[in-house]
Structures are given as structure tokens and as C-alpha cells.
């Protein structure tokens, strides 16, 4: 079993920048893939990021070209940094992570983009 803890969110401006971050329970070595997801009211779950063993990337379309998601073993953490963010990125964001195969989800992290 692993818990994700995303943290990180926040209110930010148009075309502004964001890192988040979602720190694990246990190592990460074996909890693949790992990604970010987002949910905006009344809208359902889509995907932002994931990155998968051997560190393969896959992003949704609506956020290519402005994150990158990365990872650091040593710490036990997933990383997602978010640039020239739009108000359309306003949603909770939700780190996943696969182990043995079980998913595994954090509670969420607010991002809110507005001037």
C-alpha cells in the first residue's frame, strides 16, 4: 500500500508558472506509472501527465507543450511543473500511482488560475 500526498497548489495568475508535487508513503521505485490528473467542477477526470518505467512521458492534449512531469526516487516524489498556466487550468489536481498493480490516488490539490 502507498499514500500520495500532493501539495503545492494554489491561487496563480494568467500565464504564470506552478510546481506540484506528490510525495509518497514508500519508495517509488516500483510504483509505475505515476501522472497527474485534473478534475474541474462538472467536468470529469482527465488526464494531465504520466510517466511510466523507464521514464516515457505521456501528456493530455490541453496541457502539451506547458508541463513536464518528472520524477525524484530519492525522495519519493513525482513532480509536475506547469507554465503559462490559463484560467481554463483551474481544477483539482490529483496525483496516481500504480503498484502491483493497485491504484492509488492522493486527496488533491487546488490550482486556481486568475487575475
Known amino acids: 500500500q502507498v499514500h500520495l500526498v500532493e501539495s503545492g497548489g494554489g491561487l496563480v495568475k494568467p500565464g504564470g508558472s506552478l510546481r506540484l508535487s506528490c510525495a509518497a508513503s514508500?519508495?517509488?521505485?516500483?510504483?509505475?506509472?505515476t501522472g497527474w490528473y485534473r478534475q474541474a467542477p462538472g467536468k470529469q477526470r482527465e488526464l494531465v501527465a504520466t510517466v511510466s518505467y523507464g521514464g516515457s512521458t505521456n501528456y493530455g492534449n490541453s496541457v502539451k507543450g506547458r508541463c513536464t512531469i518528472f520524477r525524484d526516487n530519492a525522495k519519493n516524489t513525482t513532480y509536475l511543473e506547469m507554465n503559462n498556466l490559463k484560467p481554463e487550468d483551474t481544477a483539482v489536481y490529483y496525483c496516481?500511482?500504480?503498484?502491483?498493480?493497485?491504484?492509488?490516488w492522493g486527496q488533491g490539490a487546488q490550482v486556481t488560475v486568475s487575475s
Open positions: 514508500r519508495s517509488i521505485s516500483s510504483l509505475y506509472p
Open positions: 496516481k500511482g500504480v503498484l502491483r498493480g493497485a491504484t492509488y
